[in-house]
């Protein structure tokens, strides 16, 4: 923390931050954590923020952006997709997506738990599928009673794939109700 005490911003942020835990500079500091690799403390500040904030879109962000530093890329996607419910077009959070998504497939994971596809077998940019158009975020939409929505979602999955198990045992699910 050496470097950071004598950082004239991350004194200021820290100490309102001390005297006002509820107080919205959580997320500069988190930042400024972050800046210098300190994700623990980052992650710790982040999440007692969002305790008070828990709709803060930047908070989310931040979080969702220190758990892809970790390399903890399905809960990245988690909260990326969390953003995305509230406001589908965000770029940041999108951008985040994309970059989990080809941290994902650099080290052949396959962190969607709706995709039937391997690396090899994925479309190409061209028909590649919306960033937000995942079952994940299919179920998040279906949490937040958007059933309409997230079963639009699954079924241009399955347009797209009609082999993709997850997402047919979703279309089942939300058809009946």
């Known amino acids: 923390m050496s470097d950071l005490s004598k950082n004239p911003h991350f004194v200021r942020y820290f100490n309102t931050w001390q005297k006002n835990p509820a107080s919205i500079v959580f997320i500069p500091l988190a930042e400024l954590y972050r800046e210098q690799g300190l994700f623990v403390e980052a992650r ?19 979080l969702a952006q220190l758990e892809y530093d970790r390399e903890l890329y399905a809960e990245a996607r988690r909260l990326a997709g969390q953003v995305l419910s509230q406001i589908p077009g ?15 497939t650099a080290e052949g994971l396959d962190e969607d738990p709706c995709s039937d596809t391997r690396s090899e077998e994925r ?31 699954v079924k241009n999955i ?6 993709n198990e997850r997402a047919r045992t979703l279309e089942e699910q939300w058809s009946g109700s």
């Open 123 to 153: 479309p190409s940019a061209v028909e590649a599928a919306p960033l937000f158009e995942t079952c994940t975020m299919a179920q998040i939409y279906a949490d937040q009673g958007e059933k309409r929505t997230a079963l639009q979602i």
């Open 44 to 62: 710790e500040v982040c999440l007692k923020g969002l305790e008070h904030h828990p709709r803060s879109i930047a908070g989310l962000l931040m």
């Open 158 to 163: 399955l347009a797209r794939n009609p082999a």
């Open 90 to 104: 965000q770029r940041e959070a999108r951008a985040l997506l994309s970059k989990i998504d080809a941290a994902s």
